[in-house]
């Protein structure tokens, strides 16, 4: 009698918190959004808490899986998909923290992905094959943005009067803000982080800036 062996597949860390963000972005939610509807910590999917601060991975327990997967109306056979399908309804794109968005050798020279730190998760595909995402920690850009919404930035994408943008200084200094004008010499600011404060940066100040297209809420 032949026995025919069967491969085992080993999951990694990243395909996991994937396919948690994919079902996320399918009920229309952000993963904290998806938390707080399952009746979990808001923060209990945030980048943060899936990695230790001594680089460690931390999975999200089959409990949690449970009731998100109920919370969505899902399955755990359509969960499994999620996992298998590796372009998904969208792509993966490399994920951020805010805060650690100015810290030395996150970005090259021009602007994309650079260095460690960076994981991935499945956002809605875009034009840009440069596009990456932000994860906003704390209330300073709130009510615009909250703990644990994501930015979907595209380096590639036309920016224009009115758009919210990501701009970093060459000192490292990250923010978001909103475009109210940009000449030759200078980029002129809304920001969101002090509402009734304009800024007005030299472009020789300026490493980058890019616009954001899309927010999970």
């Given amino acids: 009698m032949?026995?025919?062996a069967k491969a085992q597949r080993i999951l990694t860390h990243d395909q996991i918190w994937v396919a948690l963000d994919r079902l996320a972005e399918r009920a229309g939610l952000s993963p904290s959004g998806l938390a707080k509807r399952a009746g979990l910590d808001p923060t209990t999917f945030n980048r943060s808490k899936r990695v230790t601060?001594?680089?460690r991975e931390?999975?999200?327990?089959?409990?949690?899986i449970a009731k998100v997967l109920a919370a969505a109306d899902s399955s755990m056979a359509s969960f499994a998909k999620l996992i298998d399908d590796d372009a998904g309804d969208g792509r993966s794109v490399p994920l951020l923290g805010f805060a650690l968005a100015g810290a030395s050798g996150a970005f090259d020279e021009s602007g994309l992905p650079s260095?460690?730190?960076?994981?991935?998760?499945?956002l809605p595909a875009t034009e840009d094959s440069h596009t990456f995402a932000l994860e906003i920690s704390g209330d300073a850009f709130a009510p615009v943005y909250r703990d644990g919404d994501i930015v979907l930035v595209s380096?590639?994408?036309p920016i224009r009067k009115g758009d919210r943008v990501v701009v970093r200084s060459k000192t490292g200094e990250v923010t978001i803000a909103t475009l109210r004008r940009r000449t030759a010499r200078?980029?002129?600011?809304h920001l969101l982080d002090a509402p009734?404060?304009?800024r007005t940066m030299a472009t020789g100040e300026v490493a980058w800036i890019a616009r954001i297209v899309w927010t999970s809420q």
């Fill in 2 to 4: 032949v026995r025919q």
């Fill in 53 to 55: 601060s001594d680089g």
């Fill in 58 to 64: 931390r999975w999200p327990s089959t409990e949690s």
């Fill in 115 to 122: 260095g460690k730190g960076w994981t991935e998760t499945a």
């Fill in 155 to 157: 380096p590639g994408a």
């Fill in 186 to 189: 200078a980029l002129e600011l």
């Fill in 196 to 198: 009734q404060a304009g």
